[in-house]
């Protein structure tokens, strides 16, 4: 039952109550004139010696006490309707701003979960249904230990107790987990506390992130990375062989020639000396 329905309950119990403390007034009242009226009657007989309290008199006393019990009732029911009207209006306002707040949950790209004093999941967005493959209405209300997700539960523990202990923010950088098609994937998962105005702790906040293509990129960024180093290595003793290799070919290609110009001056000494 709604706080409105409860409401409700209420005002037509204090109408109730007040119509019959009313009616208990009024024949009490008359009651109360009649006993009145006949300790007042003179013995010579009836009709006479009676008081100004007549039974006109009894009717028009009447008439005038349930008026006035009448308007205070519909005072009172006035009160009532406004009272209702007023926690409804609130109502109406905190279930709009309930809802607004689900969408804005819902939009979030993030996994969002929430996890309330009782160690029980109070938020569960679309994207943590996405990720892990459970259904909100299925989390809501569920022990966080009987979630049900597969991923690294010491470390998640871990975190949420030193989070609870010390009141601050811890960060996972990597924990893999498993999705809803078996495929290992990576969450960055940041745990939040929320504390109340005395300092207490109210609520566990874990916000995350599929960071499995990032990691994925980041791997090969390093890949490439690697690969050029070894490329710019290869150049480098490429560079190294060829230089001294381009020296002694050249030397080799001018001795060539000039043992080719010794050749041909000592033929030509040689056909000299003949």
Same mark, same amino acid.
């Given at each position: 039952?709604?706080?409105?329905?409860?409401s409700?309950?209420?005002?037509?119990?204090?109408?109730?109550?007040?119509? $019959?403390?009313?009616?208990?007034?009024? $024949?009490?009242?008359?009651? $109360?004139?009649?006993?009145?009226?006949?300790?007042?009657?003179?013995?010579?007989?009836?009709?006479?010696?009676?008081t100004?309290?007549?039974?006109?008199?009894?009717?028009?006393?009447?008439?005038?006490?349930?008026?006035?019990?009448i308007?205070?009732?519909?005072?009172?029911?006035?009160?009532?309707?406004?009272?209702?009207?007023?926690?409804?209006k609130?109502?109406?306002?905190?279930?709009? /701003?309930?809802?607004?707040s689900?969408?804005?949950?819902?939009?979030?790209?993030?996994?969002?979960?929430?996890?309330?004093?009782?160690?029980?999941?109070?938020?569960?967005?679309?994207?943590?249904?996405?990720?892990?493959?459970?259904k909100?209405?299925?989390?809501?209300? /569920?022990?966080?230990?009987?979630?049900?997700i597969?991923?690294?539960?010491?470390?998640?523990l871990e975190?949420?107790?030193?989070?609870?202990?010390?009141?601050?923010?811890?960060?996972?950088d990597?924990?893999?987990?498993?999705?809803?098609?078996?495929?290992?994937?990576?969450?960055?998962?940041?745990?939040?506390?929320?504390?109340?105005?005395?300092?207490?702790?109210?609520?566990?906040?874990?916000?995350?992130?599929?960071?499995?293509?990032?990691?994925?990129?980041?791997?090969q960024l390093?890949?490439?990375?690697? $690969?050029?180093?070894?490329?710019?290595?290869?150049a480098?003793?490429?560079?190294?062989?060829?230089?001294?290799?381009?020296?002694?070919?050249?030397?080799?290609?001018?001795?060539?020639?000039?043992?080719h110009?010794?050749?041909?001056?000592?033929?030509?000494?040689?056909?000299?000396?003949?």
């Amino acid at each position: 039952m709604s706080q409105q329905q409860i409401s409700r309950v209420q005002a037509k119990k204090k109408a109730y109550r007040d119509i $019959l403390i009313i009616i208990v007034f009024t $024949l009490a009242f008359f009651f $109360l004139a009649e006993s009145f009226e006949k300790s007042h009657q003179s013995p010579n007989g009836p009709g006479k010696g009676k008081t100004l309290w007549t039974l006109n008199g009894h009717f028009v006393a009447g008439g005038i006490i349930t008026c006035f019990f009448i308007l205070l009732y519909h005072r009172r029911w006035k009160e009532y309707n406004d009272e209702i009207r007023r926690q409804k209006k609130i109502e109406d306002e905190i279930r709009k /701003t309930h809802n607004q707040s689900a969408m804005m949950l819902s939009a979030i790209s993030s996994i969002i979960i929430g996890i309330d004093g009782e160690n029980k999941i109070s938020q569960w967005n679309t994207a943590a249904a996405a990720a892990f493959g459970i259904k909100r209405e299925a989390m809501i209300g /569920t022990p966080f230990l009987e979630s049900g997700i597969q991923w690294e539960w010491p470390e998640v523990l871990e975190n949420i107790f030193y989070s609870s202990s010390e009141n601050k923010s811890f960060r996972i950088d990597e924990i893999p987990y498993t999705n809803p098609e078996g495929q290992i994937r990576f969450l960055g998962l940041t745990v939040c506390p929320f504390i109340d105005d005395a300092d207490k702790h109210v609520e566990i906040l874990l916000l995350g992130r599929d960071i499995t293509a990032t990691k994925v990129m980041s791997s090969q960024l390093v890949q490439a990375q690697k $690969l050029e180093s070894i490329g710019q290595l290869a150049a480098g003793i490429a560079h190294e062989i060829n230089t001294p290799m381009q020296y002694v070919s050249d030397n080799t290609h001018f001795l060539q020639e000039s043992f080719h110009r010794l050749s041909n001056v000592v033929k030509r000494y040689q056909e000299l000396a003949a």
